[in-house]
């Protein structure tokens, strides 16, 4: 989206940044001296029946369960054993198949992350950074517990919540846990932009997510970066630490909902002539990724992808920031599939896009792409009342997982689905906003 020239607050503060670790002159060479070469893990998928998160005697493997490095895919054998390579960097997760959840009493289980030096010091980076992980321990147990689940179910899709400070990270309490309190949703997502460049408000904004008692999910926005890192590599550690894999996939009922990182960071100091140091790309990995869940999952199955930065712009089509250079590979691993819907968030608009054979996706009934309505509005701008509840700042939704039918129903319900379920946002269809800020 375009700033309009316009030096907000925000971007001041960002490029305040940007310059005060440019000015390190950090030679670049050094921080790309990092072993990136594969080490192969292993471990476990067992049932927990105590819910402890641990492998007791009497908790049995489970078989054929998914797997990732998050771009390979492997299944357990029938004692629940896999086996993988990893890198440095890489997160280990499990696809949580249907009728079962990760999360134990204690906490969400379903990752590991192998960094074991954590974040280079060299970086000397301010923002939040990786504690080393150590080694690979000898076997990495992922814990699953049944979870009886509906074949009908509500999502809540959220985006943008984008909380500056202390003060806005209260005003995303109050949204999170009345729209939490209005319905019986399965879980939530959050599509990225959860902060609005400060990450140490992580921890606050994890138990703001504890006190809904709903189980969340997320995929990163281009404000929740180590903007400080100069390597591209390193732009997620916070993430990395507070919320876990940048991307990943699990699956609950008949659905499989799949999560990628498309911010394609340049890194610090490497701004464009837009002024903005990344743009919308999900990357042969993810694409790999995206392509070895859907080998695993039932052709007529729903397949739902959130992502941060949307597919395409109303607003600004030509902005590589606000667009994603490679959607038509990723629609073209769609396309043989009858089934599948994806939302993203970023530009605080509600758009709905319609991909047919022109964008890559080769089917008579086109790939439906809604852009949600920012959670913050207008960067929690006006007035109080504005905020909470005027239609026309603010919005999440409500997404009802269709029960299912003949193929084609199934993906009409959901188009309707989505269009009936627009929440509070709806009615800010294609509205610019407010007052000038970053997406
Ligand atoms: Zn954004």
């Not at 990495?140 to 689940?149: H, S, V, Y």
């Amino acid at each position: 989206m375009s700033d309009q020239g316009l030096l907000t607050r925000r971007r001041a503060i960002a490029m305040i940044g940007a310059a005060a670790a440019g000015a390190l002159l950090w030679p670049r060479k050094a921080e790309t001296a990092i072993d990136t070469r594969f080490k192969f893990a292993q471990g476990t998928v067992f049932e927990d029946q105590s819910g402890d998160g641990r492998r007791s005697p009497g908790d049995r493997g489970l078989a054929g369960i998914m797997v990732s490095n998050g771009t390979d895919i492997v299944t357990t054998d029938e004692d629940g054993r896999w086996s993988l390579r990893v890198r440095n960097g890489d997160s280990l997760f499990v696809i949580t198949p249907p009728q079962w959840t990760s999360a134990t009493r204690h906490r969400a289980a379903f990752s590991y992350l192998y960094q074991p030096d954590g974040t280079p010091a060299a970086l000397q980076l301010r923002s939040p950074s990786l504690n080393p992980t150590g080694e690979l321990p000898a076997s990495i147990d992922f814990p699953l517990m049944r979870q009886p689940q509906p074949r009908c179910f509500e999502a809540l899709l959220f985006a943008d919540t984008q909380a500056a400070d202390a003060k806005e990270l209260g005003y995303v309490r109050e949204v999170l846990l009345s729209a939490t309190a209005q319905t019986d949703a399965a879980f939530a997502i959050n599509h990225g932009d959860v902060m609005a460049d400060d990450l140490t408000l992580f921890p606050e904004y994890l138990r703001i997510l504890r006190e809904t008692g709903m189980a969340w999910h997320h995929c990163p926005g281009n404000h929740d970066m180590n903007l400080d890192a100069i390597n591209p590599r390193y732009a997620f550690e916070a993430w990395k630490r507070f919320i876990g894999p940048t991307n990943y996939a699990f699956q609950y009922a008949g659905a499989t909902f799949i999560l990628l990182n498309n911010v394609d960071y340049f890194g610090c100091g490497a701004a464009t002539a837009g002024g903005r140091a990344y743009r919308g790309r999900i990357g042969n990995n993810q694409l790999q990724f995206v392509a070895n869940v859907l080998r695993n999952v039932s052709p007529e199955a729903l397949v739902v992808v959130s992502m941060h930065i949307p597919l395409a712009s109303f607003d600004d089509p030509d902005s590589a920031s606000d667009s994603t250079v490679d959607r038509g590979a990723f629609l073209e691993l769609l396309s043989n599939r009858p089934h599948t819907v994806s939302f993203s968030g970023h530009s605080h608009t509600t758009e709905h896009h319609y991909f047919g054979p022109r964008e890559g996706f080769c089917r008579d009934v086109p790939h439906h792409h809604h852009v949600l309505t920012a959670a913050c509005g207008s960067w929690w701008s006006g007035p109080r009342c504005a905020r909470r509840s005027d239609r026309r700042q603010s919005g999440w939704n409500a997404e009802r997982v269709p029960c299912s039918v003949g193929r084609r129903k199934l993906l009409h319900d959901a188009l309707r689905s989505v269009r009936r379920g627009d929440g509070p946002g709806g009615a800010h269809s294609h509205a610019r906003r407010g007052r000038a800020g970053t997406a």
